[in-house]
């Protein structure tokens, strides 16, 4: 049974990745939450997409070159009309997933910055939250997701990519991995299957069309990852 995982919570209608967002994908039925986390300067895990807090804030800075103090002044709203939003904690999200009996699968945001000692960081975090039996890490830096696996076998990790990866399902397995996190254009019922009786989980992205959501029903993928949590819901009725 395919699982709704809510990118950037429900990103499709309220800011991203902010407290509100969370709430309104719990309220929709989201069986997850994916968000994205870096290290601000003061080495706390602090929830944004960009490296930049310029696009979702206005303010023109870096995350991992501004304190919490500093973060939590902006307004996190700016982009779809919700202001008085803060750039959450990733604790923030946690207490929410925990709350709502959720999963989360946290992106770290480590490809660009290397954010020394992050993959420790978000682990204890989960383990504080008791959400280490619901959780997923995920990244783009194949490096850090195996460092994870060292750290704490007992932690899933997927692999995000973006090209269709030759016997994917192998290289999952090269690296430790427990699910490839691929765009959905790479994805379809035979990829899927490889990958599943492999025992790798398949969790794709961004699906937000109806006919991609179909598509990747059909293909009996694991978790689709998803701005609209409820059109989802909705197509699998
Ligand atoms: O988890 C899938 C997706 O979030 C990866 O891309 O850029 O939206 O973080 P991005
Ligand atoms: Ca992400």
Redesign the pocket.
Known sequence: MTKIMAHRGASGLYPENTILAFEKAAEMGADAI?T?VHLSKDGKLVIC?DESVLRTTGFDGLVCEMTYSELSKLDAGFLKGHPGQRLPLLEDLLRIAAENDMGVNI?LKNNVFAYAGMEEKVIAALYDYGLEKRCILSSFNHRSMHRAKEIDPKIPVGLLYSCDLYEAQQYAKSCGADALHPQYGSVNAGMVQRAQEAGVAVNVWTVNTCKVIDDMLFAGVDNIITNYPDLVRERMR
Request: charged share 75%; no cysteine; proline share 0%.
């Open positions: 994916e994205d997409h992106e």
